[in-house]
């Protein structure tokens, strides 16, 4: 097959390159760009937005020199809005970092490569206002000779009370593919962080928050107070781990936080009471629109019925549910089960809906462990959970 030629492109509106550079691969779109000066200019704002609108850094030199030197193009700065910290092996290379006594970095601001990443936030990256912070391997290095992932959570901190960003968005992710949540070092972070005001004023700001990582009493207050300190907060995302202490941590977050202007909640491997359950929907019950839970443990109780009827009365503006792998934990641990309802053409075949129904791997008695909806129809759907059978919840010892 003789190979198609891109020589007509050149003439297609700009609207049209961009759909065709959306169907490429990222060596494509590249390729496409060095065919002539009219398609590099025809997809300079797909090619802005695909590869530059999240950049990163793992903190070492190097890449926060390639950082300030994209800092100086004044026509890519524009798209950058979120900078993830990719943290691996040789975080913090190449710079010279010192400690206190007690372990958190002293003064990382008069490190010249992070002030001038501060100083390219607030004057050159001004749409950079999501963060990210990935871990995805036990940190080690206990004897603090070595700059760790948590040393850079305690940087980024630092680096934007100082310049003071209206950050939007925060997702610290300690977890591995398998979905394990990990630790982090809490010497390493500075104490009581969030009584500083210059804090509590740039987390005002945050609307987008999601915390993966394994509660331990060392965490416990720290990652509490990144949420009760967000008063402003649209989604919430929640993955602690499935015990006790992480009970106590979402009992603390239902008597305490305010959640006004909440609309997307989703816990992920996490637990908590059903009366705090309860509680917490209470607060966010005008706003919210999405609510996920997963692999969530709940105790006391064993029946979701009285759940599923409160979504039912007066969530009237929630538009996803995705409820997969419930526990109850007393009076017998097991899984919460949801009734077969059936996939008709009114809630699968009409444009902006979606249902999918998740069975167990059993073939010959397959149970269903989860339902995800979302479109117009939820009252309907969440009618069916509740009338489909007479007993519609059931609790599943063993899979």
């Given at each position: ?91 913090g290379r ?38 990210f912070i ?79 990582q394994y ?185």
């Amino acid at each position: 097959m003789k190979p198609v030629s891109l020589s007509f492109l050149h003439s297609l509106p700009v609207e049209l390159t961009e759909l065709v550079a959306d169907f490429l691969e990222a060596d494509e779109v590249l390729a496409l760009r060095l065919v002539c000066r009219e398609l590099q200019r025809k997809t300079f704002h797909h090619f802005a937005q695909r590869f530059f609108s999240t950049i990163k850094t793992n903190l070492s030199e190097d890449s926060l020199r390639r950082i300030n030197a994209l800092s100086q193009n004044i026509a890519l700065r524009p798209y950058v809005t979120g900078l993830a910290f990719m943290l691996q092996n040789g975080v913090g290379r190449g710079l010279v970092w010192n400690r206190h006594p007690w372990g958190p970095i002293s003064a990382p601001l008069e490190v010249e490569a992070i002030r001038s990443l501060r100083d390219n936030l607030i004057q050159n990256l001004i749409n950079c206002r999501s963060f990210f912070i990935f871990c995805r391997y036990p940190e080690g290095h206990p004897d603090m000779t070595h700059v760790t992932i948590t040393d850079a959570v305690a940087v980024f901190f630092a680096l934007v009370v100082d310049a003071r960003l209206p950050v939007s968005s925060f997702h610290l992710i300690y977890a591995n593919r398998n979905s394990r949540t990990l630790i982090m070092d809490m010497r390493r972070l500075p104490k009581l962080l969030y009584r500083q005001p210059e804090f509590k004023i740039v987390w005002a700001n945050l609307q987008n928050l999601s915390l993966e990582q394994y509660l331990t009493l060392d965490n416990f207050g720290f990652l509490l107070e990144l949420v009760l300190s967000a008063p402003n907060l649209q989604t919430l995302l929640l993955n602690l781990g499935m015990h006790d202490l992480a009970s106590e941590f979402m009992h603390e977050l239902a008597e305490s936080a305010s959640f006004s202007q909440l609309r997307e909640l989703a816990l992920f491997r996490t637990s908590m009471g059903d009366p705090d359950l309860h509680k917490l929907l209470a607060k966010v019950r005008p706003t919210l629109t999405s609510l996920t839970l997963h692999h969530v443990s709940l105790a006391p109780g064993n029946d979701l019925t009285p759940f599923i009827k409160e979504l039912s009365q007066g969530f009237l503006a929630l538009q996803s549910i995705s409820l997969y792998y419930l526990w109850a934990s007393t009076p017998a641990k097991g899984l919460l089960t949801f009734p077969d309802i059936p996939k008709t053409s009114s809630l699968c075949d009409s444009k902006g809906q979606h249902l999918n129904i998740f069975y167990s791997e059993d073939i010959k008695t397959p149970t269903v462990l989860g339902v995800e909806y979302s479109g117009p129809k939820m009252s309907h759907v969440l009618k069916l959970l509740q009338t489909k059978t007479e007993r519609p919840f059931s609790l599943v010892t063993s899979i």
